[in-house]
């Protein structure tokens, strides 16, 4: 071989590992990219925009590829970027996993833990009726030692027509009845404006099934200083309810529980799905707090103590139900709730079982 060709072949084989880098340089950065675009919620067809790009390089082409070629050519190294890579890439990286905290996340609200070595039973009317209404529940669940009292104040109901909660009036009931019983509250939000008005008012802030892409809401959420407990969407793939955790905690907010409360299916038997597998799967890729709603995945109270157990036995750090003083009377969700005395059986029989503790 010619001194000259020596020369080019030496060249062409710079250029090649150059290439090479260029390449590797372009997929960690395309990693990147689909990592901060997927938080903010940007959809595939946000990330890459293959036309737009190729029109770009065709305008720019400097020889001596023709139009064809060099959009042939790039049109693979656009599109071979693995989407499994993108994929684990951006779950190594997710505030929420496993890979960035090992340990547990344990969420401290006064004197409860949640997430730690014991369990929590979260119960409450569906709805806050009136002072009474929750007052009468609220003293029964303390004296049978529960901790944290449930019940909406702002309600999205599937008809325009139902009951919508008593709004800020709901959530000042809701803390003078917390504060006379000693018990931690948590109440449900809809929209970024009733932060402020619930926030002096109840310890923890719900996301309900509803709103768990209300991403607007999740950034909001993100920056304060709250316990948020985010529900699983009505069908809601695990990954986007993690990511929609991943919203709240990418704003600052690191205090976030997550609770399966079923999915929608075609089963007719029961309001809903309960997906038992979610729980040791969350609990295996997150470090965040786990917990099941027993009534909304239900519908039944002839199953809530068998599906609690099953919740406990799968890994969950602590259990939901409704009770209503008078659930036939109730203004929401009147045939899935528990009276006092059902409740009392109900707790019962979960403590017996050796599973809660």
């Known amino acids: 071989m010619s001194e000259e060709m020596q020369r080019l072949q030496t060249q062409l084989d710079g250029l090649n590992l150059q290439l090479l880098q260029l390449l590797s340089e372009r997929a960690r950065m395309v990693g990147e990219l689909y990592y901060k675009k997927e938080t903010l919620g940007m959809t595939e067809a946000d990330l890459v925009n293959v036309q737009q790009t190729l029109i770009e390089l065709v305008a720019n082409n400097p020889g001596p590829l023709d139009n064809e070629t060099l959009m042939h050519l790039f049109k693979e190294i656009i599109q071979s970027f693995p989407k499994v890579k993108k994929e684990a890439t951006t779950r190594r990286k997710l505030l929420v996993s496993r890979q960035s905290k090992s340990e547990d996340t344990i969420i401290r609200v006064k004197n409860i833990e949640i997430g730690g070595s014991s369990h929590i039973m979260v119960a409450g009317p569906c709805s806050i009726e009136s002072k009474n209404q929750l007052l009468t529940v609220a003293a029964a669940l303390k004296d049978a030692g529960v901790t944290v009292l449930r019940g909406g104040a702002f309600k999205p109901r599937t008809s325009p027509y139902d009951f919508q909660g008593l709004g800020e009036e709901g959530v000042k009931i809701m803390k003078e009845v917390a504060d006379e ?176 503790h």
């Not at 969407?233 to 205090?255: K, P, R, V």
């Not at 969700?333 to 005395?341: G, R, V």
């Not at 059902?342 to 599973?355: M, Q, R, V």
């Open 181 to 356: 019983v000693d018990m931690v509250s948590i109440c449900e939000i809809m929209t970024p404006s009733q932060i402020e008005k619930a926030a002096p008012y109840i310890d923890i802030f719900q996301i309900g099934a509803r709103n768990m892409q209300n991403f607007d809401l999740l950034k909001a959420v993100g920056q304060c200083n709250m316990p948020v407990l985010l529900k699983r969407g009505l069908s809601a793939t695990m990954e986007e309810f993690i990511y929609a955790a991943e919203y709240i905690l990418y704003h600052g907010n690191d205090q976030v529980m997550l609770i399966e409360r079923g999915i929608r299916t075609y089963e007719k038997w029961t309001r809903n799905t309960l997906d038992i597998s979610a729980v040791p799967i969350l609990k295996q890729e997150t470090h965040l707090p786990v917990l099941v709603d027993v009534t909304h995945s239900t519908g039944r109270k002839d199953i809530l103590l068998a599906c609690a157990k099953a919740a406990l036995a799968a890994g969950a750090d602590g259990i939901m139900v409704e009770v209503h003083p008078d659930p036939q009377a109730a203004l929401s969700d009147a045939n899935q709730q528990l009276n006092i005395p059902e409740f009392n059986t109900f707790w019962k029989g979960l403590l017996h079982s050796g599973l809660y």
